[in-house]
């Protein structure tokens, strides 16, 4: 494949809470659900490109991600999948979808933030991933973003395979797409049926209307347990029957046949040999448990991003307080300012970046890492001080509007959420180190068209030596290769992306 395979569409957050059920509620006559645990998984768009990243491809999500928890969470639970996100802006709440399970049987389904927002103008790079892709996937789920004029002009112009998986509330495809692939349901609600038609005539008469309509170079129906049926430009249909039995959870099915049949599409299969391959992988996907066993570390609750207020940081700690912050903020026109690092042992080089960082905009939000991160990044001496009192300390500077808590080794993921105008990073202006065309964050920033600079801070000051001052074992504190003497908070190197820089 020349280019990665662009998945472009609305991404949900998915949630399965399973439970027991031994009771009824004294007030109602409905059961009462006891939960024992909780999974969160992209859903939507977000579901089709972690299918296409498993099977080893390099994989772009352009999705409307929407300044809330939700929003976060989905951040990164995408990036532990390996998808590149490239956010677009999006008005209102993250929808999401939680089931309410016991036994393996679905109780209830609960709906929340089910009013479409309206999602933000796509920056140059995202229209130039578009063009430099091996295969584009438009996941539609009828909130949005397959509407936005910009994408959908740059999906008319691109020449990769072009693949439509519509929704009824969604827009027509873009005329020559080279695949759609509604599912049965979906057919009945964009083509009238006609009474007493068969099934296959049904699933026949809609694909080659829809391929009409819209220009299609082929459509293929997806028919559940029995396969797809793919409608060319001949009047003859392709029935691909599924390899064998398929009987178990089909949610998610749908997203990996379009998946797969776009992957196929990027490394130069046909049209019919893509829709058989994923015809088989769906069929595989639902007779090996379905999303449950696809996505078995898909994200228990409480993971990567912290969704709640750490320790007693009150209320500019915690990803609740960035989104309100980012709300305010944003719908006055203002400049979002980020920065991060460990601030293991707060010193007067930190401060003064941080001065420095706020100047740049109308708030400066710090992403801390984890205590987690940092051990990972730095030894498991560090941190010296833990990951709520090192928020708290922060969040008491009068420069810092708000403080979120990062688990990854880089903050990539906390990035895409946020999407700040500005990343600050400490660096020496006379050497040229921290130049922004260097650090790990400049490329991400790209994606919604954000700034990476570099401010100077204070020579002399080390977090390394202050440790090493006060008696603590220094060998874990630093950079292989990089003397602890030589510590400052600076530009950080691959190393140590989103941390102090340890050379």
């Given at each position: 494949?020349?280019?990665?395979?662009?998945?472009?569409?609305?991404?949900?957050?998915?949630?399965?809470?399973?439970?027991?059920?031994?009771?009824?509620?004294?007030?109602?006559?409905?059961?009462?659900?006891?939960?024992?645990?909780?999974?969160?998984?992209?859903?939507?768009?977000?579901?089709?490109?972690?299918?296409?990243?498993?099977?080893?491809?390099?994989?772009?999500?352009?999705?409307?991600?929407?300044?809330?928890?939700?929003?976060?969470?989905?951040?990164?639970?995408?990036?532990?999948?390996?998808?590149?996100?490239?956010?677009?802006?999006?008005?209102?709440a993250t929808p999401e979808k939680i089931r309410l399970r016991a036994r393996g049987r679905v109780l209830l389904r609960h709906d929340r933030g089910v009013a479409p927002g309206e999602p933000g103008q796509p920056s140059d790079e995202v229209l130039r991933v578009i063009g430099a892709a091996s295969a584009v996937l438009v996941s539609d789920y009828g909130r949005g973003v397959a509407r936005q004029p910009a994408l959908r002009a740059a999906l008319a112009a691109t020449r990769a395979p072009l693949v439509w998986d519509p929704h009824p509330r969604g827009p027509a495809a873009v005329p020559g797409v080279h695949l759609a692939t509604p599912n049965e349901s979906e057919v009945r609600?964009?083509?009238?049926?006609?009474?007493?038609?068969?099934?296959?005539a049904t699933a026949s008469r809609g694909a080659q209307g829809l391929r009409r309509r819209w220009r299609a170079g082929a459509v293929a129906v997806t028919l559940g347990g029995d396969g797809a049926?793919?409608?060319?430009?001949?009047?003859?249909?392709l029935v691909v029957p599924t390899p064998g039995s398929a009987e178990g959870d089909t949610c998610g099915a749908g997203d990996r046949f379009a998946a797969a049949a776009s992957l196929a599409l990027a490394q130069g299969a046909l049209v019919s040999e893509a829709v058989q391959a994923a015809v088989a992988e769906a069929s595989a996907y639902v007779a090996g448990g379905g999303v449950a066993a696809a996505l078995p570390q898909s994200g228990a609750r409480g993971g990567p991003v912290s969704t709640g207020v750490v320790g007693s940081g009150g209320d500019r700690v915690g990803v609740g307080a960035v989104a309100t912050l980012l709300a305010d903020v944003r719908a006055s026109g203002g400049t979002v300012v980020a920065t991060g690092g460990c601030f293991d042992l707060l010193h007067a080089g930190h401060v003064a970046t941080l001065q420095a960082a706020r100047q740049l905009g109308d708030c400066l939000i710090v992403c801390v890492n984890s205590d987690a991160s940092v051990a990972g990044l730095k030894g498991p001496e560090r941190p010296v001080m833990s990951e709520g009192d090192r928020s708290r300390l922060l969040a008491a500077l009068s420069c810092v509007d708000a403080v979120m808590i990062f688990d990854e080794s880089t903050p990539d993921a906390a990035l895409s959420w946020l999407r700040p105008d500005i990343w600050v990073k400490g660096g020496d202006y006379a050497t040229g180190g921290g130049d922004a065309a260097t650090l790990p964050e400049a490329e991400v920033l790209r994606r919604w068209g954000g700034h990476t600079v570099v401010v100077p801070y204070l020579d002399g000051r080390s977090t390394t030596d202050m440790i090493a001052r006060s008696g603590h074992a220094t060998g874990a504190c630093c950079t292989v290769g990089q003397p602890a003497e030589q510590d400052r908070f600076s530009a950080p190197s691959s190393a140590t992306p989103g941390g102090e820089r340890t050379r």
């Open positions: 494949m020349r280019g990665p395979v662009v998945v472009i569409g609305d991404t949900l957050l998915d949630r399965d809470v399973e439970g027991v059920v031994n009771r009824l509620c004294p007030d109602s006559p409905v059961p009462v659900l006891d939960e024992t645990s909780a999974i969160d998984r992209p859903g939507g768009a977000g579901l089709a490109a972690v299918f296409a990243a498993a099977q080893g491809a390099e994989v772009v999500l352009v999705t409307a991600l929407a300044d809330d928890a939700g929003g976060a969470r989905l951040s990164s639970l995408l990036a532990a999948a390996g998808v590149q996100v490239y956010p677009l802006a999006l008005a209102g609600e964009l083509v009238p049926t006609l009474p007493g038609a068969s099934r296959l049926l793919l409608c060319h430009a001949g009047s003859t249909p």
